[in-house]
């Protein structure tokens, strides 16, 4: 039987995983206001205090999907604001030696900025019924009484509140301060692994190359990376990336050979063959941090944590977003059974959240440890994952079957035991023989810049 409306939420933070938290609980409680300390953006910009905004963010196909459901028609709203689908077909994904089949991949997914994807999110949200978006707001701590969580501070005033949703980012006040005075303190999991980001735009058109997207991935190998993205506005969005001090550079010169030390040739020579039309653009990700909420035995009623406040990943893996979509759906189907006055909601909340949070950990963290020189607490099993994982890569370049399965992991549609069904264990083993990475023949690489004319 699904819980009666009722109760006063509170979601702190405005970025995606609180727009979508307060989508999940808009049906189910009296109000929710979302608090952000930012003076929000009108038109379609970068938020200041977000300096990550600035650079490539995917919306994974699970995440569309959950988006799609929310907020029906948004695809059709993003696409005719310049959010370019983009299929397998369309796709030039190269991996340890060679591209992934292109073809069918599943729905097309959508490339697009990240400040685009939260201006109309945001919009959504805040045309909801009950639900009421307050920017330039600075929430300095929670309120406690009886042993719950009864509201936040709000530039030094008290303001009650039935649920607090802090989805705040990792370096949330609220997770700080309960956890330097012992009233909520969970076990934390880190894995270091100092991603350089450099990122910037070039202008876009038809002639500059035969695809839509271009990924070269080095891992595995230097972990350096590079992607190419078509996104609104007829730009390219390109990010290019290094871990452990490999810091991309920030000078066009010195762009264009990092490119070059990439495994496909074709990201340095659309740099070179598209005109820059932006700034470029640098940031800095230290580590990977997991907050196991999960594992604390008496969690306060009346707060939950969700998105990067609860777990931040290697932001190369993309998950960032359909985690917190993932996330918020599981809040929205807890509450619709407990309602958001139960004292049972924060551990029924955490123990759900924890299952999804898993697969995206799994992914970015046992990838990380790929490189000898990530440190943290590996997961149980990641150095026999990843050598199977080679030869996942490597079936991938000649079998299409298993670049849809691979995909469907990575876009966080299945688990990532997905790959280890018979069916799919058989593919892998006879497709990888046929990689290129494997005999050794020449890949062909995609054409950039207008077709020869013969």
């Not at 000078?251 to 039309?277: G, K, N, W, Y």
Request: with cysteine; charged share 20%.
């Amino acid at each position: 039987m699904a819980a009666a409306r009722a109760g006063q939420v509170v979601v702190v933070g405005g970025s995606m995983a609180g727009l979508l938290a307060a989508r999940a609980l808009a049906e189910h409680a009296e109000s929710v206001v979302v608090l952000e300390r930012d003076r929000l953006p009108q038109e379609v910009a970068p938020r200041g205090r977000v300096p990550q905004g600035r650079h490539l963010h995917v919306l994974l196909s699970a995440g569309l999907e959950r988006l799609r459901q929310w907020f029906p028609g948004i695809e059709e709203e993003l696409t005719a604001l310049g959010a370019v689908p983009v299929e397998g077909s369309e796709a030039w994904v190269h991996q340890g030696g060679g591209y992934r089949a292109r073809g069918y991949w599943g729905r097309p997914g959508l490339g697009m900025t990240r400040p685009l994807l939260e201006h109309v999110v945001r919009g959504r949200v805040a045309a909801l019924a009950g639900v009421t978006i307050q920017d330039g707001t600075t929430v300095d701590a929670v309120t406690m009484g009886l042993g719950r969580v009864t509201g936040v501070v709000v530039d030094g005033t008290p303001r009650p509140a039935d649920l607090v949703v802090d989805c705040s980012g990792r370096s949330s006040r609220i997770a700080h301060a309960l956890a330097a005075s012992h009233v909520l303190d969970p076990p934390v999991t880190t894995v270091g692994i100092d991603i350089g980001y450099t990122s910037f735009f070039l202008r876009r058109t038809p002639e500059d190359f035969e695809g839509k997207l271009l990924v070269s991935i080095e891992n595995p190998g230097s972990f350096r990376g590079g992607a190419v993205v078509p996104v609104e506005g007829d730009r390219w969005q390109v990010t290019l990336s290094g871990v452990h001090g490999d810091v991309p550079p920030a000078t066009d010169d010195e762009v264009v050979a990092f490119a070059e030390t990439l495994s496909t040739p074709a990201v340095a020579q659309l740099i070179r063959h598209c005109e820059r039309v932006s700034a470029i653009e640098t940031y800095r990700f230290p580590s990977s941090r997991r907050r196991h909420y999960e594992k604390v035995r008496a969690l306060p009623p009346g707060l939950v944590t969700l998105g990067d406040a609860s777990s931040s990943f290697d932001p190369i893996y993309g998950q960032g977003m359909t985690s917190s979509a993932l996330q918020a759906e599981a809040l929205e189907a807890v509450v619709g059974r407990i309602g958001v006055l139960s004292e049972d909601l924060p551990k029924r909340f955490h123990r759900k959240a924890a299952r999804i949070i898993e697969a995206p950990w799994r992914i970015a963290v046992g990838g990380d440890f790929g490189h000898p020189a990530t440190v943290g607490d590996r997961p149980v099993g990641t150095a026999q994952l990843n050598g199977y994982m080679v030869r996942v890569i490597h079936a991938a370049h000649a079998s299409l079957p298993v670049t849809r399965s691979f995909n469907r992991v990575l876009q966080l549609e299945d688990p990532p035991t997905a790959l280890l069904g018979p069916t799919t264990v058989a593919r892998v083993l006879r497709a990888s023989r046929r990689s290129p990475a494997v005999t050794g023949a020449a890949v062909q690489h995609p054409r950039v810049g207008p077709p020869r004319v013969t």
